[in-house]
């Protein structure tokens, strides 16, 4: 058995350890659960996350366009109980002047050989950090990360906890607990820059139009713990110009010919854009109302198409100005059959209450629902500029 001081911590009646101790031990003892499965003291453990965490600690995730250091400096929680006891021994301790005191040492015995790891099976428990401890499981250790190097972590210990007890520390560490809202998280990443990649330029893409005076977001995007009145979470700006065909078109198209000036070029075509939307619905995103058009689905319908529009434009060799970009809006009510209505953006059906009418106003209250009205509209839209009814512009 491998002894191991730990140090006492009292916090009104209740006693705990602080302890220092190698993980790849502690995940041997563990109470076994299998990925997914209900526990009574945690959450089901999530099988990527650990192998995520067992990548970092063998420096094989890319931080600020470095290996990874692979340190985990917060304290995981555990409960011991049975033969897995924190026990007590006086010592005596020689000072440098030869005096003797005597003072009460804690410790804790440890299994080490396969048997006597087999004889303390399920009388240690995770009751928080268990992703950082499994991700040290022999069966998770990423090949990178060799047993022979040292590593140790800081383990807070508790000794046979009451079953109340088990339950306040899971709400105290879980519930009670205020997560870093993902916004702030980026804005925080940005500040420290481990942005990197898409990511970054992404980030540099939104701040570039919300401090540009002239774009219709000017002061909407809100950035780390802004809160703007119907303003749209950088977060949410980020995955819809990621996955919507806006940063394609920038990768594409504005930064190969424009390199230095690209994200200042691309935010210009994006305020044209925008600018021509706002001309063309009669709706300003610097005082939105209660038009979807200035909603988050709304954004996300208009980014959507902004790249099919764009090229379209270029194809037709026609220049990314906000008139250009205005002659094919204007087309979007005759091309979808919309000309009594308010063409694409359809809260208000005060002067149409038809089934496709509520259709598309349902569409803009899911995102899928959304993308899916969106492609089907440009592809109806650049027929009907292509000429396909009878229309060449």
Same mark, same amino acid.
């Not at 069966?139 to 906890?161: A, G, I, K, V």
């Not at 990649?197 to 774009?215: A, H, K, R, V």
């Not at 208009?302 to 087309?331: A, G, P, S, V, W």
């Not at 059906?349 to 492609?375: C, H, P, Q, V, Y």
């Given at each position: 058995?491998? %002894?191991?001081? #730990?140090?006492?911590?009292?916090?009104?009646?209740?006693?705990?350890?602080?302890?220092?101790?190698?993980?790849?031990?502690?995940?041997?003892?563990?109470?076994?659960?299998?990925?997914?499965?209900?526990?009574? #003291?945690?959450?089901?453990?999530?099988?990527?996350? #650990?192998?995520?965490?067992?990548?970092?600690?063998?420096?094989?995730?890319?931080?600020?366009?470095? /290996?990874?250091?692979?340190?985990?400096?917060?304290?995981?929680?555990?409960? #011991?109980?049975?033969?897995?006891?924190?026990?007590?021994?006086?010592?005596?301790?020689?000072?440098?002047?030869?005096?003797?005191?005597?003072?009460?040492?804690?410790?804790?015995?440890?299994?080490?050989?396969?048997?006597?790891?087999?004889?303390?099976?399920?009388?240690?428990?995770?009751?928080?950090?268990?992703?950082?401890?499994?991700?040290? +499981?022999?069966?998770?250790?990423?090949?990178?990360?060799?047993?022979?190097?040292?590593?140790?972590?800081?383990?807070?210990?508790?000794?046979?906890?009451? +079953?109340?007890?088990? %339950?306040?520390?899971?709400?105290?560490?879980?519930? %009670? $607990? +205020? /997560?870093?809202?993902?916004?702030?998280?980026?804005?925080?990443?940005?500040?420290?820059?481990?942005?990197?990649?898409?990511?970054?330029?992404?980030?540099?893409?939104?701040?570039?139009?919300?401090?540009?005076?002239?774009?219709?977001?000017?002061?909407?995007?809100?950035?780390?713990?802004?809160?703007?009145?119907?303003?749209?979470?950088?977060?949410?700006?980020?995955?819809?110009?990621?996955?919507?065909?806006?940063?394609?078109?920038?990768?594409?198209?504005?930064?190969?010919?424009?390199?230095?000036?690209?994200?200042?070029?691309? *935010?210009?075509?994006?305020?044209?854009?925008?600018?021509?939307?706002?001309?063309?619905?009669?709706?300003?995103?610097?005082?939105?109302?209660?038009?979807?058009?200035? %909603?988050?689905?709304?954004?996300?319908?208009?980014?959507?198409?902004?790249?099919?529009?764009?090229? $379209?434009?270029?194809?037709?060799?026609?220049?990314?100005?906000?008139?250009?970009?205005?002659?094919?809006?204007?087309?979007?009510?005759?091309?979808?059959?919309?000309?009594?209505? /308010?063409?694409?953006?359809?809260?208000?059906?005060?002067?149409?209450?038809?089934?496709?009418?509520?259709?598309?106003?349902?569409?803009?209250?899911?995102?899928? *629902?959304?993308?899916?009205?969106?492609?089907?509209?440009? $592809?109806?839209?650049?027929?009907?500029?292509?000429?396909?009814?009878?229309?060449?512009?």
């Amino acid at each position: 058995m491998k %002894k191991v001081i #730990v140090n006492k911590i009292t916090q009104k009646s209740v006693d705990f350890y602080s302890m220092i101790i190698d993980p790849r031990l502690i995940a041997k003892l563990r109470k076994k659960y299998t990925a997914g499965e209900k526990q009574d #003291v945690q959450r089901p453990w999530i099988e990527n996350k #650990v192998k995520d965490i067992s990548e970092y600690v063998a420096g094989k995730t890319i931080v600020e366009n470095k /290996k990874s250091l692979g340190l985990i400096p917060n304290a995981p929680i555990i409960n #011991v109980k049975k033969d897995l006891r924190v026990q007590q021994e006086e010592i005596t301790i020689i000072g440098s002047n030869g005096d003797r005191r005597v003072e009460t040492q804690y410790f804790i015995l440890f299994p080490e050989t396969d048997e006597e790891i087999e004889n303390c099976q399920n009388q240690l428990e995770i009751i928080d950090g268990q992703h950082r401890i499994i991700a040290f +499981d022999q069966s998770y250790m990423d090949p990178n990360f060799s047993n022979d190097q040292p590593y140790e972590m800081n383990f807070s210990l508790f000794d046979n906890l009451t +079953d109340n007890q088990r %339950k306040e520390i899971f709400m105290v560490t879980n519930e %009670k $607990q +205020d /997560k870093v809202a993902k916004n702030l998280l980026r804005y925080i990443k940005k500040s420290l820059g481990l942005l990197i990649g898409e990511d970054n330029i992404t980030y540099d893409i939104l701040d570039y139009l919300n401090n540009e005076s002239s774009s219709p977001l000017y002061q909407r995007i809100m950035f780390g713990a802004d809160k703007i009145k119907k303003g749209y979470q950088e977060t949410q700006m980020s995955k819809i110009f990621k996955l919507y065909g806006a940063k394609k078109f920038f990768d594409n198209y504005v930064e190969k010919q424009y390199e230095e000036e690209a994200i200042s070029t691309f *935010a210009m075509i994006i305020n044209n854009y925008l600018g021509a939307w706002e001309i063309a619905s009669n709706v300003s995103f610097q005082n939105p109302e209660s038009d979807t058009i200035t %909603k988050i689905s709304g954004l996300r319908y208009l980014l959507y198409i902004f790249q099919d529009i764009c090229i $379209q434009l270029m194809n037709h060799r026609k220049k990314l100005t906000k008139e250009n970009f205005l002659e094919i809006i204007k087309l979007f009510p005759k091309a979808l059959d919309l000309e009594n209505v /308010k063409c694409v953006f359809c809260d208000d059906r005060s002067n149409d209450s038809s089934s496709i009418m509520i259709e598309r106003s349902l569409a803009f209250r899911g995102e899928g *629902a959304t993308i899916a009205l969106a492609k089907k509209d440009v $592809q109806k839209v650049i027929s009907y500029h292509n000429g396909e009814n009878g229309i060449l512009l």
